[in-house]
């Protein structure tokens, strides 16, 4: 039931872009994404829910695609506060738990 | 600041004994989520709370276990511990019930068992 996420790891230089993948077996109510910088608490990007618009501000969206059970994580022209480690977190409608992907690191090079 | 507080910040102790880690949410807040989270790994659901209730399970070992008190705080015990405790322990609240609202992290509790 746990969201798979790719890619695993990705080092990037400043100003580029990134795409992080969320996918899942079962049929997804939402979707969250959150950051987490090594030895703190993950933080709130966004959720996307079932029915709902693609999301974003600044330069980080996101998109759900609820026929493929996908969502997709973009980010524009990334700056060096990018970095760290990305989590998907999926609920299935009718059940309470969301559940994390094992995370995307992402390491923005100067 | 989240808004969610966690104590304590970090603990030692040895296999076989017992701990208990608590979890004050946001003012406001009904939801209460308790992760684990080993070295450089993902967030692994244990359990979920709402207004005192337990929603959800995850892969929750026997050996622990948590409730939701009155006034919402949360405990998660962890007894007859082993060297595959140590983990960060998250606790995260939300207003909502289900999987539709933000969640807030507190700064997690670091368990090292010896």
């Known amino acids: 039931q746990q969201p798979v996420q790719s890619p695993q790891a990705v080092i990037l230089r400043e100003g580029e872009d990134a795409v992080i993948n969320c996918s899942s077996s079962?049929?997804?109510?939402?979707v969250h994404w959150y950051r987490q910088k090594h030895g703190e608490a993950p933080v709130f990007l966004m959720i996307?829910?079932?029915?709902?618009e693609q999301k974003g501000h600044e330069k980080i969206s996101a998109s759900f695609n609820e026929k493929k059970q996908q969502s997709s994580l973009y980010l524009t022209a990334s700056q060096l506060s990018y970095s760290g480690t990305y989590f998907c977190?999926?609920?299935?409608?009718?059940?309470?738990?969301?559940?994390f992907g094992q995370g995307t690191r992402l390491t923005i090079n100067p | 600041d989240s808004g969610v507080t966690q104590t304590p910040k970090h603990l030692i102790t040895a296999t076989g004994q017992r701990v208990t880690l608590r979890c004050s949410p946001r003012?406001?807040?009904?939801?209460v989520y308790w992760y684990q989270q080993s070295l450089d790994q993902g967030l692994q659901f244990l359990i979920q709370?709402?207004?005192?209730?337990?929603?959800a399970k995850g892969n929750i070992l026997e050996r622990f276990s948590a409730q939701q008190f009155p006034d919402l705080h949360s405990e998660l015990n962890l007894s007859s511990l082993e060297l595959g405790d140590s983990a960060l322990y998250f606790c995260?609240?939300?207003?909502?019930?289900?999987?539709?609202?933000?969640?807030?992290f507190g700064e997690g509790s670091r368990l090292t068992v010896l």
């Open positions: 995260a609240s939300s207003v909502a019930s289900g999987s539709t609202g933000e969640l807030f």
């Open positions: 079962k049929a997804l109510y939402s």
């Open positions: 996307l829910l079932k029915g709902g």
């Open positions: 977190g999926t609920g299935i409608q009718g059940a309470q738990k969301l559940v």
């Open positions: 003012s406001g807040d009904l939801s």
């Open positions: 709370y709402y207004n005192g209730e337990e929603r």
